[in-house]
């Protein structure tokens, strides 16, 4: 069976991994001229199993005036809120309740999971060499009082099954020795020790040689301008270089997705959160971070990729506008310097980065099928793509193999947003 995938970040270069392994013949369609060339280009590394929760938890509301107040959010908003952005927000606070947040994590969780143990297969079938870590991740707290609520917060980690840690700053320096010179200002940690951190970036590089070698083309430099429609299913997907068309079709086109979609009266809730990233060198290995860490009084996360140390942070809601914030580069290089003082050197040249989270309200992806027979959705992974990367993308090709698959894809499908969509069937 032909698939063509739209888009070659992650999801779609794991998409069309996994089905070529099942026997399709698969195409992928890009608008730029290589893999991960958009979100999926230098994002915190981090592969957070554990770590997977949505945004929209029931503190929400109460700590983004808390944030606002203190002037140091890490949650942006523009002044001249469009409509979409309201909509994002209105919908993420419907969210923020116990309810919807036990449900909504055990979703994530159950792809986050599966991602895991997807990616270790794919690393027993392919020599792959991504700057991989698997010393887990710390997640730092300043004051008693936190480090109390954190313990208190260990019982929804136990009934999710999460292995952690808690550690006092003795530990953390421990396993992190790069943290001791800020020893007295750290009051502990939670570890959990089966996070993995690694370069999206690459590995994504390395799945695409994979896939070339599997015979999948790539048509790179393909701007894909509409899906045509005939009979109630895609007949074709048209492109700056012409009409390409297939027995079936898949969007990963991360934030992108729901503005192309919403042209076949599919109404999905994907919203671009804007992040940012910077990646300089290390000087000093032994003060250097060595996993993940992160800091969440400031919400960031820190990561070790090779020689090099990533920060990342910042919710920036301004729809898709690309420009680079400085305010959010001082705040990540300070994030840095504030827990490893002796990493790096203020003259290191700095990459700073920008980036989209396809993000969706209740932090889920969207896996699976659509109104139209033979189109299918691997989108809105929001804060957590590289982390659930590989599980989707299995789970996307045993749903369009129609074998069964390794999980349940209840809950994960688009029909869980039940808002609109049924006006879909009627076109084409
Ligand atoms: C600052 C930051 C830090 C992050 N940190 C982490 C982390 O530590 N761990 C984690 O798990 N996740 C993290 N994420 C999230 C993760 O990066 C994303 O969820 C993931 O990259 C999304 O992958 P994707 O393939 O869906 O989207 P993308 O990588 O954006 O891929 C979509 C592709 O579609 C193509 N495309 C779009 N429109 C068109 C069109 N019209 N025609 C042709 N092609 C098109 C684009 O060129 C692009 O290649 C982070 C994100 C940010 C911004």
Known sequence: MKVLVLGAGIIGTTSAYFLAKQGHDVTVIDRQDSVAMETSNSNAGQLSYAFSSPWAAPGLPLDLIK?????????????NISFETTKFMYRMFKNCNPKSYELNKS???????????CL?????????????RKQGSLQLFWNLKDLEKAKKDTLILEKFNIKYELLDANACI???PGLQYIK???????????DFTGN????????????????VKFEFNTHIESILLENNKVCAIKTNKGEISSDNYSVSLGSYSSKLLATIGIDIPVYPVKGYSITLPILNDKDAPQSTIMDDKNKIGITRL?????????????DFNKELRAKSLRSLKNGLNNL??????????????TGFRPSTPDGTPIIGATPYSNLYLNTGHGTLGWTMSAGSGKLLASIISSTKPEISFDGIEMSRYNYSNKTALNYG
């Open 184 to 194: 007295n200002k750290l009051a502990g940690g939670l570890q959990f020790k089966n």
């Open 120 to 132: 270790l297969e794919i690393e027993k079938e392919i020599d792959v060499n991504y700057e991989q």
């Open 174 to 176: 421990k396993a992190e």
């Open 67 to 79: 944030w606002t107040l203190t002037g140091r959010s890490p949650v942006v908003v523009n002044p």
């Open 107 to 117: 979703r994530m969780l159950r792809v986050a999971n599966y991602s895991q143990k």
């Open 200 to 215: 999206c970036f690459i590995f994504a590089n390395e799945i695409y040689k994979k896939c070339l070698a599997m015979g």
């Open 340 to 353: 490893f003082p002796m990493a790096t050197s203020e003259s290191s040249d700095v990459n700073f980065w």
């Open 306 to 318: 090779g020689d090099n140390v990533r920060v990342a942070g910042t919710a920036h809601l301004t």
